[in-house]
Structures are given as structure tokens and as C-alpha cells.
């Protein structure tokens, strides 16, 4: 793929991803707490948790490219939102059904993809690899 090319299709998944995880992690973050339990009961705190996490990862999806300050974060930003797919699949496929889960294995997906092509490794940035 083109580099251009590449660089769009990377800034519409993020900012798809971004709007995503807006909202998912407001309602969770911000909504009433009888809304926000289900099947799995979780405590409150740690479904407000899971969606502090996810507005912050969905703006550092944004927000680093945006601005041009510390671009590396995004990569970050989107292995953090991969890891909390990865146990919102495991909760969905246990609790909910496989339907759900394959939803978050593919928004997962999604942001690896992202956090892979956005990775630079140091030493295409000229710098040096040390252990």
C-alpha cells in the first residue's frame, strides 16, 4: 500500500475507533450505574474504570496526530484499547454470546492494526537500539 494511502485509511479507522470508544467509554464512564449493570456483575468502579480508559485511548488515537505533540503515543494509545478488547471478548463470549465477542475481536483488530502501523521502531527515527 502507498504511503499516502496508508496515512488515510489509518487517520478513518482512528478517528472511526476514536468516535467508538467516545462514546462506549462516556456512557460507561458518565452514565447511571443502574444502567450500567448487566450479566456480568461487575463492580461500578471498575466499569467506570474501563471507560476512563477508553476515552482517554480514543482521544490519544486523535489527539497526538492533531496537535503534532508526541505522536508516539498513539500507537500506545491503541495497544492500550487492544488490551481492553481483549477482555471485553473474553467477558462478551462468556457472559453475553460469541455475537458480541466477535464485534470487540474486530474492533480489537482494528486498533491493532493501527497501533502496528503507527509503531516507528527507534531506529527509523535515528535512534539507537540499546539493551
Given amino acids: 500500500m502507498k504511503p499516502r494511502t496508508l496515512n488515510v485509511t489509518l487517520w478513518v479507522v482512528q478517528m472511526l475507533l476514536a468516535v467508538l470508544f467516545l462514546f462506549a467509554g462516556g456512557v460507561k464512564a458518565a452514565g447511571p450505574a443502574a444502567m450500567l449493570t448487566g ?3 461487575l463492580p461500578i468502579w471498575f466499569v467506570r ?40 471478548t473474553v467477558v462478551n463470549f462468556i457472559w453475553v454470546g460469541a455475537g458480541t465477542a466477535a464485534m470487540t475481536v ?26
Avoid: H, K, N, Q
Avoid at 483488530?109 to 527515527?125: C, G, H, N, T
Fill in 49 to 88: 474504570f474501563i471507560g476512563r480508559c477508553e476515552v482517554l485511548g480514543a482521544l490519544g488515537l486523535v489527539l497526538p496526530g492533531v496537535l503534532r505533540v508526541r505522536e508516539r503515543l498513539t500507537p500506545l494509545a491503541a495497544s492500550g484499547l487492544v488490551v481492553i478488547m481483549i477482555g471485553a
Fill in 39 to 41: 450479566p456480568p456483575d
Fill in 106 to 131: 474486530g474492533l480489537g483488530l482494528l486498533a491493532a492494526f493501527v497501533a502496528y502501523a503507527r509503531f516507528e521502531p527507534a531506529a527509523a527515527r535515528g535512534g539507537r537500539l540499546t539493551t
